[in-house]
């Protein structure tokens, strides 16, 4: 069963004047639950149309979007936070809070879903385990590495048990030894049994993982490799 499911995808937006310019055209494509695969393009491609409309932060002009086996066209405003729970995003700029801890911004999640205090901190210490920051939680994101605040932000996307990872250009601002371990920590979701999508411009560092490519040109979608990672089940160890 697939995680993500695109058929006909269509979304445009008004370009200010009496037209609409065409960010995605006709876009069809499977994600299976527990893939790893890459999305590249160039800049405007409509890379990050495609992940908002994954989140439901934009919905389609025509076609339909599933995520889980849920259609997302007759999804109601009141089933999107549950939706989101079900998805971790990393940002390319880390987006965390420079007033608060590093568990405040890894337990955010948890509060806006109302965990309890106890079990909130329990999920928050095993997501910082699990990206090897366990003994960060009192310190302040500022006084972080780079490639440790984007430790952070993974840290914060997977506290949930999301069943989809999403990132947006994780390894932007890193070297490339750097972007290897933060891309060796999604491999390692994916492991678990994590679906995991990764926008990205760095074609090196694609070639050399060696997995599926999705590539956007204009709006459009095409395959450029047809490797698929190998599902690991629904199972989430994280």
Same mark, same amino acid.
């Given at each position: #069963?697939? #995680?993500?499911?695109?058929?006909?995808?269509?979304?445009r937006?008004?370009?200010g004047r009496s037209?609409?310019?065409?960010?995605?055209s006709?876009?069809?494509?499977?994600?299976?639950?527990?893939?790893?695969?890459?999305?590249?393009?160039?800049?405007?491609? +409509?890379?990050?149309?495609?992940?908002?409309? #994954? #989140?439901?932060m934009?919905r389609?002009?025509? +076609?339909?979007?599933?995520?889980?086996?849920?259609? &997302?066209?007759? =999804?109601?405003?009141?089933q999107?936070?549950?939706?989101?729970?079900?998805?971790?995003?990393?940002f390319?700029?880390?987006?965390?809070?420079?007033?608060?801890?590093?568990?405040?911004n890894?337990?955010l999640?948890?509060?806006?879903? +109302?965990?309890?205090?106890?079990?909130? @901190?329990?999920?928050?210490? @095993?997501?910082?385990?699990?990206?090897?920051? &366990?003994?960060?939680?009192?310190?302040?994101?500022?006084?972080?590495?780079?490639?440790?605040?984007?430790?952070?932000?993974? @840290?914060?996307?997977?506290?949930?048990?999301?069943?989809?990872?999403?990132?947006?250009?994780?390894t932007?601002?890193?070297?490339?030894?750097?972007?290897?371990e933060? =891309?060796?920590?999604?491999?390692?979701?994916?492991?678990?049994?994590?679906?995991?999508?990764? @926008?990205?411009h760095?074609?090196?560092?694609?070639?050399?993982?060696?997995?599926?490519?999705?590539?956007?040109?204009?709006?459009?979608?095409?395959?450029?490799?047809?490797?698929?990672?190998?599902?690991?089940?629904?199972?989430? +160890?994280?």
């Amino acid at each position: #069963m697939s #995680m993500v499911r695109f058929e006909g995808v269509t979304k445009r937006y008004s370009d200010g004047r009496s037209g609409s310019k065409e960010a995605l055209s006709q876009v069809d494509f499977e994600l299976a639950k527990g893939e790893f695969a890459f999305l590249t393009g160039h800049s405007g491609a +409509g890379k990050s149309t495609l992940l908002k409309l #994954m #989140m439901q932060m934009e919905r389609p002009s025509k +076609g339909q979007v599933y995520v889980d086996g849920v259609s &997302l066209n007759t =999804m109601k405003a009141s089933q999107v936070p549950y939706l989101r729970r079900k998805i971790g995003v990393v940002f390319q700029n880390h987006q965390l809070l420079f007033d608060r801890t590093v568990f405040d911004n890894v337990a955010l999640p948890l509060l806006i879903a +109302g965990y309890q205090p106890a079990e909130a @901190a329990r999920r928050v210490r @095993a997501a910082l385990d699990s990206v090897g920051l &366990l003994g960060f939680e009192h310190r302040n994101p500022i006084e972080l590495s780079g490639g440790e605040q984007q430790r952070v932000g993974i @840290a914060r996307a997977v506290v949930n048990k999301p069943k989809l990872l999403l990132a947006d250009e994780p390894t932007g601002n890193l070297d490339p030894e750097l972007s290897e371990e933060i =891309m060796n920590l999604f491999l390692r979701f994916q492991q678990v049994g994590v679906t995991v999508l990764i @926008a990205t411009h760095d074609i090196a560092l694609i070639e050399r993982m060696g997995h599926r490519r999705l590539v956007l040109d204009h709006g459009r979608l095409y395959e450029h490799s047809t490797q698929h990672a190998s599902s690991a089940g629904d199972d989430h +160890g994280l």
